[in-house]
């Protein structure tokens, strides 16, 4: 929300967790306390991004986004996408949807609805394994 453009091309060689969000989706902003505990812990190791796609699902504008960010104090990278097809092409079905992409840029794993902190550390093992 900062302004900023980024390619996921820019972050390949590190492992990638995308976290599709919105402002309007409940289990969304429940979750991203622990992300937020999970980036400033882990943050080093791999790459935590949160992509809001409220405007395509109807659940939210960046106007809000933003303010919700604020208001949970997160500062791992968050924002949002001009690109519809982003939905479609990481098959984002439900809200949350959690992407895992290893260091090479492959998917590893989906993970649909709210991811908790053991989850999320397990998978992300699993992306550090494969290294």
């Known amino acids: ?4 453009t980024l390619s996921l091309a820019e972050l390949r060689g590190r ?3 995308l976290n599709f969000w919105a402002r309007l ?8 306390p622990e992300l937020q505990d999970f980036y400033e812990e882990r943050g080093g190791q791999v ?7 409220g405007q395509f699902t109807g659940l939210g504008s960046h106007k809000d986004a933003g303010r919700l960010l ?7 990278p968050a924002g949002y ?3 519809a097809g982003v939905v479609a092409g990481y098959g984002i079905r ?4 959690t992407v895992f992409i290893t260091a090479e840029g492959r998917i590893h794993r989906h993970w649909s609805g709210s991811i908790n902190r053991e989850q999320l550390e397990g998978i992300v093992a699993e992306l550090l394994e494969g290294d």
């Open 47 to 53: 790459q935590l991004l949160g992509i809001d796609v």
């Open 81 to 83: 996408t001009d690109d």
């Open 25 to 32: 989706c409940t289990p969304c902003w429940s979750e991203m």
């Open 1 to 4: 929300m900062g302004g900023g």
């Open 15 to 17: 492992p990638v967790v």
């Open 70 to 76: 604020d208001s949970l104090g997160i500062t791992y």
């Open 94 to 97: 439900a809200m949350p949807t």
